[in-house]
């Protein structure tokens, strides 16, 4: 799911995303309000980008992008602004003097009113990505579970299919053309949740990336061959693996593996097995019983060992020679088989 600043002003209308990894990327940037450096020429033509076109048709996808409301990321702020506010947004007017624009918008997503917050390349002044707040707060995580399975179910039909994220608090859909993450997290000194989206696109990112400071606590770009990103190679595995140890009776891994989208094969005595495909991502479980009880894991992915490694020292692991990872009384292994997919072992 980093040290990383989100724009002053967004950080005192909402708390701290369930992706925090994530969204913190996307708005490492310095305060928009702040002064900006001179725009340097990029010989993009606002013009010739796309929205989401279907990549498998073009021989050439340099102007094909991620998408907002259908409309091209990558682009000027300016021009993008101008179609936001045609689709109804307002733009928020911030009290005091200020240097340089918010970028902060007022308008309605799929339904509820939200906050829509521009990333903007202080270098070429492109929006590279868009964080979108829920404006409402949720009482309980029945009812914010509730709108986040609606939200899911339209970022579906726009962006395809994903991967359940940060054990179940989010859901992540990288896509050739860009990434979108959609998210809710409890308040911290309330019982009650916000939610969440953001999106970016790839070839902006890349772009952006170039200008950004630390670049050690950001997620590197993916690479980009005739306009579009490598393919999804990674997923929450150590999120999925972390709560099938939480949960270690027979009910209640089947539970935790279908909230991760797995399908159940036929369990026997001894083991109980599920896969999950997502286009060229596939992953497969395979559990080891006695009787009721759940004594290891098995989880086997076409999936980045150094991502998950990292997502290991996320969760609290430490190793001395990156095959053997504990936490307390959880140990995790890490190998390969003999198809080179990674193998992560949990008791």
Known sequence: MKKIILAIFAL???????????????????????????????????????????FATLADNTNNRNAFMDIPLGIK???????????????????????????????????????VTLAVSDQ??????????????????????????????ELQKVYGRGYVDNQGEAYTIQTRLGTVNLHYERGSLTSS??????????????????????????????????????????TDLVG?????????????????????????????AKAIPASFNMDGYQATASLARKKQAITAITLTATDDAEAVCKDLKT?????????????????AVISADKQGRVVITLR
């Open 315 to 331: 969760y609290g692991f430490t190793s001395v020679d990156q095959k053997t990872w504990r936490q307390g009384k959880m140990t």
């Open 193 to 234: 949740y916000t939610m969440g989206f953001a999106l970016d696109d790839a070839k902006a990112y890349q772009m952006a990336y170039q200008e950004m400071d630390d670049k050690e606590y950001e997620t590197a770009p993916r690479k980009i061959d005739a306009g579009l990103a490598a393919a999804c190679n990674h």
């Open 12 to 54: 005192a209308l909402i708390s701290e995303p369930a992706d925090a990894q994530f969204l913190k990327k996307l708005f490492k940037k310095k305060a928009k309000t702040e002064k900006k450096a001179s725009k340097k020429t990029d010989g993009i033509d606002d013009e010739a980008q796309v929205a989401l076109a279907d």
């Open 240 to 268: 999925l693996g972390v709560r099938l140890l939480q949960n270690r009776t027979v009910k209640g891994a089947q539970t935790v593996l279908t909230s991760y989208d797995f399908t159940l094969g036929k369990a026997t």
């Open 77 to 115: 702020a300016n021009r993008f602004e101008k179609q936001l506010l045609e689709k109804g947004f307002t733009e928020r007017k911030l009290e005091g003097n200020h240097t340089g624009k918010s970028y902060i918008y007022d308008g309605e997503v799929y339904g509820a009113k939200s906050t």
């Open 124 to 153: 070429t002044d492109r929006v590279y990505a868009v964080d979108v707040t829920d404006n409402t707060i949720y009482a309980s995580e029945k009812e914010v579970k509730a709108r986040f399975s609606k939200i899911k179910s």
